[in-house]
């Protein structure tokens, strides 16, 4: 039976750079996801209603996603949906959502997920809608969806049972279908469609070995399947690889700080070749060689110099896109290959126009994400499969391959430094301070470098015309040096400030400096420029990657 639910809008609910993220405990309160849903439902609504439209959901297994899924089901069926596909356990990782989302021909997704946020009772929780592209909504939609959820007076419901979504087949609510589906499957379907696996399989036959952390997230079961289970890796190729809704208390960020054990594994003195690791849901991907971590900006670049040697590029990349604050170590790739590059704002939802238009075919950022055509996603997995698919084509080490990428088209030194839970109003005060500074920067001189250009980066997306304004604080120097200030828009408490800093080095000879000493000249301009010390009591950053 379809009963209405009384309600009021609740404040906050503007989804950030990837959906609605909040702590648990804000979920928890009485209509709170309720409210959400019923306004994402009310933002895509088709002239026709839901009516024999497909839903697909899942997510990243962590506290609270069980109970979420519940309230999404009940609230699907009562806007008439015909069917909702839904990962076993409530499991599916970001892309796999996408790569379901795509190959089912559903109206859409509902992700729950809060990525590399931890998790647990006090952790953090997310919600998202991806359109039937299996990409996250555009702005325009996720504007919608906030500005219902400022009006919203009341939901509906079925009343039903819970679905045992534990196991697989089909299960009824109300008038609607549920079907449980198994978690790996179709995405490693698609796997296997985009990688020679017989080749990878012989790779590892000859001696090639790997660690994968999946971080105790949802990656695991994905990992268990493709590399240890198909391809043949040894058992304990995978570390950390089953889910637990509080990722065993560790936080599933793929960084140098959070991935440490990784980390120490690959500098140890029995490394394997080659290291990798994945986010809570899956989409972001950190690779470490033997000795050598390689940076999200650098890595996007060599995947976009080698993808021919996975038979999905073979045929070579139509163009590719990075987001404003990565390095522009792709663009000199891109150049070389003699196809566009597109500069886009931090958040993978503005890569998907560029995707479904053909323009681009694999685009990636700074923060651990690299993804192609294959879904609307970034995808860890799959970065890590191309990884592996270049290696054995090449027959060199992570650092050899590092080193030839460099000194072909030269290193883009690159680092990121994060100031995590700063008080809203000193971060706020932080970027003030800069914005004021940017209208008669150019032509000064900081630390003895000319400004040569300085903004606050505005998007026109070349496919759809839209515009989308105060995307990252810029100062580019004369010879491209650039520092970036943005603030993130994935945290739940106070403000995370993030610093990009990034010189261009030509030289070879040059090309094995420590990363933090070959910017430190750049780093003491962004410190002194941007008063972040004296503005939030912060000397050093959270996390430097
Ligand atoms: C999300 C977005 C990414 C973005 C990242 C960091 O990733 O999908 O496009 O780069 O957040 O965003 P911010 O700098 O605003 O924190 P994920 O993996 O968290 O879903």
């Not at 995978?238 to 960020?253: A, I, K, L, Q, R």
């Not at 403000?495 to 800093?501: E, S």
């Amino acid at each position: 039976m379809k009963i209405t639910i009384q309600t009021q809008p609740i404040s906050g609910m503007k989804p950030g750079t990837s959906g609605l993220r909040k702590k648990v405990t804000v979920f928890q309160q009485p209509h709170y996801l309720a409210n959400f849903v019923a306004s994402i439902f009310a933002a895509v609504k088709p002239e026709g209603g839901f009516t024999g439209k497909t839903l697909v959901v899942g997510g990243d297994g962590r506290y609270f996603n069980l109970e979420a899924i519940q309230v999404v089901l009940r609230m699907a069926a009562a806007q008439g949906f015909a069917r909702v596909l839904v990962g076993q356990h409530g499991i599916l990782s970001t892309p796999a959502a996408s790569c379901v989302i795509r190959k089912y021909k559903a109206f859409g997704g509902i992700i729950l997920s809060a990525s590399h946020n931890s998790g647990g009772p006090e952790g953090d929780f997310g919600i998202k809608f991806n359109g039937d592209n299996g990409g996250p909504a555009p702005e325009k939609i996720t504007d919608a969806i906030y500005e219902y959820s400022t009006h919203i007076t009341a939901y509906d419901m079925v009343e039903a049972a819970d679905v045992d979504v534990g196991r697989i087949g089909m299960h009824t609510v109300g008038d609607m279908t549920v079907e449980v589906i198994d978690s790996v499957v179709d995405y490693q379907e698609l796997m296997q469609q985009l990688f020679d696996f017989d080749v990878l399989r012989a790779f590892f036959k000859s001696g090639f070995t790997m660690k994968f952390d999946a971080m105790h997230a949802v990656t695991g079961p994905y990992a268990h399947a493709i590399f240890e289970d198909a391809l043949g890796a040894a058992k304990g190729t995978v570390m950390n690889g089953t889910p637990s809704p509080d990722f065993n208390g560790h936080h599933p960020d793929p960084n140098l700080v959070h991935a440490k054990e990784l980390y120490d594994i690959m500098m140890g003195e029995h490394a394997p070749d080659f290291g990798a690791a994945s986010d809570g849901d899956g989409d972001r991907n950190l690779i470490i060689g033997r000795d050598m971590f390689v940076s999200p900006s650098d890595s996007l670049a060599v995947l976009a110099a080698n993808a021919t040697c996975a038979p999905a590029y073979a045929k070579g990349l139509a163009g590719v896109a990075r987001s404003m604050p990565t390095s522009g170590a792709v663009d000199r790739v891109a150049a070389a290959l003699g196809v566009e590059c597109f500069e886009t704002p931090t958040g993978w939802k503005f890569f998907g126009n560029l995707l479904d238009a053909g323009r681009i075919t694999l685009c990636g950022e700074e923060s651990a994400g690299t993804g192609s055509d294959h879904v609307r996603e970034k995808d860890g997995v799959w970065a890590v499969l191309l990884w592996i698919s270049i290696l054995a084509k090449r027959r060199m080490s992570v650092v050899d391959i590092m080193k030839e990428h460099w000194a072909t088209y030269g290193r883009n030194y690159y680092t990121r430094h994060d100031y995590e839970e700063v008080e809203t109003e000193a971060a706020n005060s932080v970027m003030n301070h800069i914005k004021a500074q940017l209208p008669t920067l150019v032509g000064q001189s900081l630390g003895g470098l000319k400004v040569a250009a300085a903004d606050d980066f505005s998007y026109l997306d070349p496919i759809d015309g839209s515009v989308s304004n105060n995307q990252g604080l810029r100062v580019v120097f004369e010879g491209g040096s650039r520092i970036v200030y943005r603030l993130s828009g994935t945290g739940t408490s106070g403000a995370t400030i993030r610093v990009y800093i990034e010189r261009y080095e030509a030289d070879p000879a040059l090309h094995d400096l420590d990363t933090q000493v070959a910017l430190s000249g750049l780093i003491a301009i962004a410190n002194d420029f941007s008063q972040i010390a004296q503005k939030t009591g912060r000397l050093q950053p959270t996390v430097i990657t």
